[in-house]
T-cell receptor
Framework: AQTVTQSQPEMSVQEAETVTLSCTYDTSESDYYLFWYKQPPSRQMILVIRQEAYKQQNATENRFSVNFQKAAKSFSLKISDSQLGDAAMYFC??????????????FGTGTRLQVTL | GAVVSQHPSRVICKSGTSVKIECRSL??????MFWYRQFPKQSLMLMATSNEGSKATYEQGVEKDKFLINHASLTLSTLTVTSAHPEDSSFYICSASGGRDDEQFFGPGTRLTVL
């Protein structure tokens, strides 16, 4: 079974600084996707970034980037120039590759990010 | 982006009653919908996966007779919590897939409180 581990229950960063959230996963699959989701106080899940396992290049989305280390099964999220609006719960998630029907997401336990002035 | 709605956003009911939560994909056809439960300060736990026109597949430990899932159309899935008890109080989130790149799009969630 696939597992996703987030070892940092809480993190804090000053506004405008950079923070890295850690995630490791375990799978025997070769075709899969990794995601970072943000859940603000509204509880709406928001996709931050996704990475296809077959791509060697790390995904980036504006101030968000990942460090995908496939051999180490590590998938960390770097948030640059942190803003107050980045404060939220961040979940790392794993999904197997598409096989005719949509595959379920497996979530980590989450990291609560605080952004301070 | 694709939009998924849930109704109601919050519901309070008495113990022993049944509650139905709707999940709709507003601008795409959702061949698969997922139902998650999230307890306070915890992660999302998948309850079941439903494909349109088929019976739902439940995760281990989730009672099929208690959490009835119907996915009768490509835009609507419902979760009915039967004979609800206080321990069923939680935040229920659906997601829908069928859009581009097999992406999952999440609804805003439903907060259920059972008194």
């Amino acid at each position: 079974a696939q597992t996703v581990t987030q070892s940092q229950p809480e993190m804090s960063v000053q506004e405008a600084e950079t923070v890295t959230l850690s995630c490791t996963y375990d799978t025997s699959e070769s075709d899969y996707y990794l995601f970072w989701y943000k859940q603000p106080p509204s509880r709406q899940m928001i996709l931050v970034i996704r990475q296809e396992a077959y791509k060697q290049q790390n995904a980036t989305e504006n101030r968000f980037s990942v460090n995908f280390q496939k051999a180490a099964k590590s998938f960390s999220l770097k948030i640059s120039d942190s803003q107050l609006g980045d404060a939220a719960m961040y979940f790392c998630a794993y999904r197997k590759g598409y096989r005719g029907t949509a595959s379920k997401l497996t979530f980590g336990t989450g990291t609560r990010l605080q952004v301070t002035l | 982006g694709a939009v998924v709605s849930q109704h109601p956003s919050r519901v309070i009911c008495k113990s022993g009653t049944s509650v139905k939560i709707e999940c709709r994909s507003l601008d795409f056809q959702a061949t698969t919908m997922f139902w998650y439960r999230q307890f306070p300060k915890q992660s999302l736990m998948l309850m079941a996966t439903s494909n349109e026109g088929s019976k739902a597949t439940y995760e281990q430990g989730v009672e099929k007779d208690k959490f009835l899932i119907n996915h009768a159309s490509l835009t609507l899935s419902t979760l009915t919590v039967t004979s609800a008890h206080p321990e069923d109080s939680s935040f229920y989130i659906c997601s829908a897939s069928g859009g581009r790149d097999d992406e999952q799009f999440f609804g805003p969630g439903t907060r259920l409180t059972v008194l």
